[in-house]
């Protein structure tokens, strides 16, 4: 059940209206603070679970910056990662030669293990920061190369004892498209007697005839008839470098989801789903500084910390809030256990596979909440 916090409201209050505990609401949502809530904060409040609830699976990609593995990114994994079908490092990245770069998982692996979390090798066409066409172009047209790469990915996953070999492969060409579904048809035929499934992230297609070098590259018919399953990334409409909005506004979720399903079973479909929100500066105008990504979890504390009460757009289905500092102007859109709920909802509306989290470097406690609430997580092993 979900609470949205009132003027006056106190955690105790909360408790006894709903007959539990303001410890148990605190331990929930991971209340840093709990003496102090702001209005049109969302709790999630303690409740029996359902043994009936559906079976979904989820995955969270580990992202970090720094050569090792932060001890923040592993305690956070350890967390969450009794609610994980997949942990996924991100990322190796494809050189020219088809060899890959090097990755240190530190303690991510044995970590996944000990909760029963598969984990995968995840292949990117990154170079210097970025997505490259010119590099992908490369891979997909010499299978030389591509034996390389798949020897290497191959060798990795039985290092990390991984279940799949994950390839996010971006910005490819609409003339590279078919390329794509036959090196991904040739590594399925090598992976799969290795006893590895393979899975891909693709852009938030509304239809087959989008080709910009954003989405012309990701054939879903043929994707989705190649691999074991798909993360579609469903996030970003709001993003860092565009006008504040929300990060996945749930009407074109539902029409990126609602044309994948019309391509391929939705059985083999996660929605992507972002962990975090951004802080704008206002007035936005094109060339502004970008806006910075926070946690939901942060996004509460500066709420808090600027007296700013949380509204709720209800058409995009996510919180918001506007708060001054040193003169200026802020706007914060997030994710709160409604806007989450509402996903959760569209996941079960459509049936499909399960959810994807970028990434686990926010920290978002409700998510984990409700998400344990409302499903049963299938593990692989």
Do not use: C
Not at 33 to 42: F, I, S
Not at 256 to 277: T, W
Not at 318 to 327: E, I, L, T
Request: hydrophobic share 40%; glycine share 6%; no cysteine.
């Amino acid at each position: 059940m979900i609470y949205v916090v009132k003027q006056g409201d106190s955690l105790y209050k909360i408790a006894r209206e709903h007959n539990t505990t303001a410890a148990a609401i605190a331990a929930l949502n991971e209340l840093p603070n709990p003496d102090v809530l702001v209005v049109g904060q969302t709790l999630v409040l303690p409740e029996k679970l359902n043994v009936n609830r559906k079976t979904i699976e989820t995955n969270g990609y580990a992202e970090w910056y720094t050569q090792q593995v932060p001890a923040k990114l592993s305690q956070e994994v350890r967390k969450r990662g009794p609610l994980l079908t997949y942990m996924m490092p991100f990322a190796y990245e494809v050189k020219r030669d088809g060899t890959l770069t090097e990755l240190d998982w530190g303690n991510l692996g044995e970590i996944a293990t000990a909760n029963r979390t598969a984990s995968a090798v995840v292949l990117t066409n990154i170079e210097n920061g970025a997505f490259s066409d010119t590099l992908a172009h490369d891979i997909l047209s010499n299978e030389a190369l591509q034996n390389v790469m798949m020897d290497a990915a191959l060798s990795e996953a039985k290092l990390h004892n991984a279940k799949d070999i994950h390839l996010d492969f971006e910005y490819l060409p609409p003339e590279d498209k078919d390329l794509y579904v036959a090196m991904l048809k040739r590594l399925v035929a090598r992976a799969h007697p290795a006893g590895l499934t393979v899975s891909a992230a693709l852009a938030p297609k509304t239809s087959a005839s989008q080709s910009s070098k954003w989405y012309g590259g990701h054939d879903y018919k043929g994707i989705g008839e190649t691999v074991d399953f798909v993360v579609i990334m469903t996030y970003e409409w709001g993003y860092s470098g565009g006008p504040p909005m929300a990060v996945s506004p749930i009407h074109p979720v539902r029409q990126v989801l609602e044309y994948a399903i019309s391509e391929m079973p939705a059985s083999k479909i996660m929605m992507g789903q972002n962990l975090y929100g951004y802080d704008w500066k206002l007035p936005y105008k094109v060339g502004n500084p970008n806006a910075v990504a926070v946690s939901s979890q942060y996004a509460i504390e500066v709420a808090k910390q600027n007296n700013a009460a949380i509204s709720y757009d209800t058409v995009a289905q996510a919180p918001y809030f506007h708060y001054w500092k040193n003169g200026v102007e802020h706007v914060v859109w997030f994710e709160d256990a409604r806007s989450i709920e509402a996903k959760f909802e569209l996941l079960e509306e459509l049936g499909l596979r399960g959810i994807a989290y970028w990434h686990l470097g926010f920290s978002f406690p409700q998510n984990w909440a409700l998400l344990q609430q409302k499903f049963h997580v299938k593990h692989l092993f």
